[in-house]
């Protein structure tokens, strides 16, 4: 991947796609895998060399091929049941949730059953927040 950032390549530049991004984890009908599979070509040329595909592979088919309108949306953002913050999101990885985030994740995660993302090394303390609420 680094090298094709030095070499300048842009593999959607003249793709008649949009890619979209969003939480690799989903649940999906016999229909949407089977246009996947008639897709494995395009799919395989775009997707290939690329870091993080699989939070990019279901989205930008959904999106492209008609299936946006039969996916689940919930309105507290947990679509797919976890809460994952891509509006803070930098360089297509999920925004990373500190103590500041504390209330943000209380009021957001009442229809999600996880929350992604969290770092010890950047901070601890919204980890042992949460483990000490969850009583453990």
């Known amino acids: 991947m680094a090298l094709q950032i030095i070499l300048h390549v842009n593999r959607v530049k003249n793709l ?34 690329t870091n993080c595909s699989d939070e990019l592979l279901v989205q930008t088919i959904a999106f492209n091929c008609g299936f946006m309108n039969r996916m689940y949306h919930n309105p507290n953002g947990a679509d797919n049941l976890r809460f994952i913050d891509w509006v803070r999101s930098k360089n ?10 504390k209330e943000l994740l209380e009021d957001a995660t009442a229809g999600a059953l996880i929350a992604r993302k969290f770092s010890l090394d950047k901070d601890s303390e919204i980890i042992n927040y949460i483990l000490k609420k969850a009583g453990n």
């Open 92 to 101: 297509g990885s999920p925004h990373t949730f500190t103590i500041t985030d």
């Open 16 to 49: 008649d796609w949009k890619v979209k991004l969003g939480g690799n984890w989903c649940s999906v009908t016999n229909d949407f895998v089977s246009r996947m599979l008639q897709e494995e070509p395009k799919l395989l040329k775009l997707f290939k060399w």
